[in-house]
């Protein structure tokens, strides 16, 4: 006869001859949970905005809720640029953009992506100073068609943008 699961679990099936009762057939079934594949996986941000050293935690939401198996890894496609450890995204570098790829672990094909856009952080000049050589300074004489060549100290020395114009009030 034909058997249908209806529910998860361990059974007996017995049969039994009708013209003799003693003589029987039994048959151990083991009856698993249907397996509910992952359809769909969202994350809680499709962008994000960072700048170096920044951390954002992305969460995966897995389609449907009850999926048998809700296994995901985490990828970075440019993992100089953001890195990604379960959810964590770190940004390492100074500028550009990467994806933040979540993948089912059983499904493959089946992932949800964030556009990760890393801007640089401008740090702006807040201070120059004419050098001689070693030394700052605020004025200078020299000769007629004497050369000197001077130098610029700027501050910060991290300053994003160190681009000088030299001038002459002549």
């Known amino acids: 006869g034909a058997i249908h699961a209806k529910k998860a679990g361990e059974y007996v099936i017995s049969c039994i001859s009708v013209s003799n009762e003693n ?13 509910i594949p992952v359809t769909k996986i969202e994350l809680n941000k499709n962008s994000l905005d960072m ?3 920044d951390t954002e935690l992305l969460t995966a939401i897995i389609v ?11 990828y970075s496609s440019d993992s100089s640029l953001v890195k990604v450890v379960d959810g964590l995204v770190t940004c390492l570098g100074e500028k550009g953009d990467a994806t933040i790829i979540c993948q089912s672990k059983q499904y493959p094909d089946i992932k949800g992506e964030c556009i990760v856009h890393v801007e640089q952080v401008i740090i702006p000049v807040t201070s120059l100073s004419i050098k001689d050589g070693d030394n700052v300074i605020s ?3 020299i000769k007629e068609n004497q050369t000197k060549t001077l130098s610029v100290d700027i501050k910060p020395t991290n300053a994003t943008d160190k681009t000088v114009e030299w ?4």
Do not use: G, M, Q, R
């Open 167 to 170: 001038s002459s009030s002549d």
């Open 23 to 35: 003589i029987k057939a039994t048959c151990n079934v083991k009856v698993s949970d249907p397996v």
């Open 139 to 141: 004025s200078l004489s």
């Open 51 to 53: 700048k170096k050293d």
């Open 64 to 74: 449907p809720d009850n999926a048998t198996n809700k296994e995901v890894s985490w």
